[in-house]
């Protein structure tokens, strides 16, 4: 069992950055894979960004490819967004998840609010 918790969401203009931070608790999520999905207002949840713990190999949707960065520091056991020119199209409920069986995402964390005005 893995716990995730989300932060660093908030309300930036349209070109601002901000870096989401996803910290586990419970166990650690070396050899694991995390990602980030976010759902905005009347939309489906859809796939941000994923990063693979043991290579470091990542994968993006097409929309967030060259602003946003993924990365994870191993010894704080934390997933890292950073996202650079934000666009009011970004504006969702970031979350947090972890594949702890492969390859389904089965641990999730609360979300956190990114708004982006225009």
């Known amino acids: 069992q893995v716990q995730l918790v989300e932060s660093g969401g908030g309300l930036v203009q349209a070109g601002d950055s901000l870096r989401l931070s996803c910290a586990a608790s419970?166990?650690?999520?070396?050899?694991?894979?995390t990602g980030w999905f976010r759902r905005a207002p009347g939309k489906e949840r859809e796939f941000v960004a994923l990063?693979?713990?043991?290579?470091?190999?990542?994968d993006y949707a097409g929309s967030v490819k060259g602003r946003f960065t993924i990365s994870r520091d191993s010894a704080k056991n934390i997933s890292y967004l950073q996202m650079n020119r934000l666009k009011p199209e970004d504006t969702a409920i970031y979350y947090c998840?972890?594949?702890?069986?492969?390859?389904?995402?089965?641990?999730w964390g609360q979300g956190t609010q990114v708004t982006v005005s225009s």
């Open positions: 998840a972890a594949q702890i069986r492969p390859p389904t995402w089965d641990s």
């Open positions: 419970g166990r650690t999520l070396n050899g694991h894979v």
């Open positions: 990063i693979n713990w043991s290579t470091g190999g990542t």
